[in-house]
């Protein structure tokens, strides 16, 4: 099983900042992975996939990057919607997808 | 518009049996594979169960095999887990989710809480 690690667990910034998450995969996933975003009482929504292509209807200051094993993803201004649960997902292994544990997104 | 509407969820005692169902509309279910996730109450997600979109392929997680079974209906766009033999572990809500190897499209979930 690919184990997806992600970092740090809670992040803490300012509505205006950037905001870095940091995903890691325990064998190169290449470029398959996405991230996801949970608001409380809500299902998970895809914001990124193939690493770096933003879903449909996903803004702009929403960014991916990375291959193999190390990803990354930016919200480059932060709003207040955007406080959240974001989640990594490795579809490399499909169908044997695995997430990372999530890191939260507060103020 | 895309719309997965999930339901059968509920209370139900150690070792009962619960059936939850998905009803898809505005994509071609017939199509594609489909998933179930998981969420315990504030835990992360994890898939259940996979079905490709002709029902001939099916695949589970190692602590439901034996106890689930995903199926589908293609011709009634709705997709089936048969929960049995379910343990205080399985309480979470239990998402229907559309495959395109990413899942992107969702539904809003449904509750199961199996406690005694």
């Known amino acids: 099983e690919i184990v997806m690690t992600q970092s740090p667990a809670t992040l803490s910034v300012s509505p205006g900042e950037r905001a870095t998450f940091s995903c890691r995969a325990s064998?190169?996933?290449?470029?398959?992975l996405a991230w996801y975003q949970q608001k409380p009482g809500q299902a998970p929504r895809l914001l990124i996939y193939g690493a770096s292509t933003r879903a449909t209807g996903i803004p702009a200051r929403f960014s991916g990057s990375g291959s193999g094993t190390e990803f990354t993803l930016t919200i480059s201004s932060l709003q207040s919607e955007d406080f959240a649960v974001y989640y990594c997902?490795?579809?490399?292994?499909?169908?044997?997808?695995?997430f990372g544990q999530g890191t939260k997104l507060e103020i | 518009q895309v719309q997965l509407v999930e339901s059968g969820g509920g209370v139900v005692q150690p070792g009962g049996s619960l059936r939850l169902s998905c009803v898809v509309s505005?994509?071609?279910?017939?199509?594609?594979?489909m998933y179930w996730v998981r969420q315990a109450p504030g835990k992360g997600l994890e898939w259940v169960a996979f079905i490709r979109y002709d029902g001939t392929s099916k695949l589970y997680i190692d602590s439901v095999n034996g106890r689930f079974t995903i199926s589908r209906d293609n011709s009634k766009s709705t997709l089936y887990l048969e929960m049995n033999s379910l343990r205080v572990e399985d309480t979470a809500i239990y998402y229907c989710v559309k495959d395109r190897y990413f899942f992107d499209y969702w539904g809003q979930g449904t509750l199961v809480t199996v406690s005694s």
């Open positions: 064998q190169s996933v290449r470029s398959n």
């Open positions: 505005g994509f071609a279910f017939s199509s594609n594979a």
């Open positions: 997902q490795q579809y490399n292994d499909w169908p044997r997808d695995t």
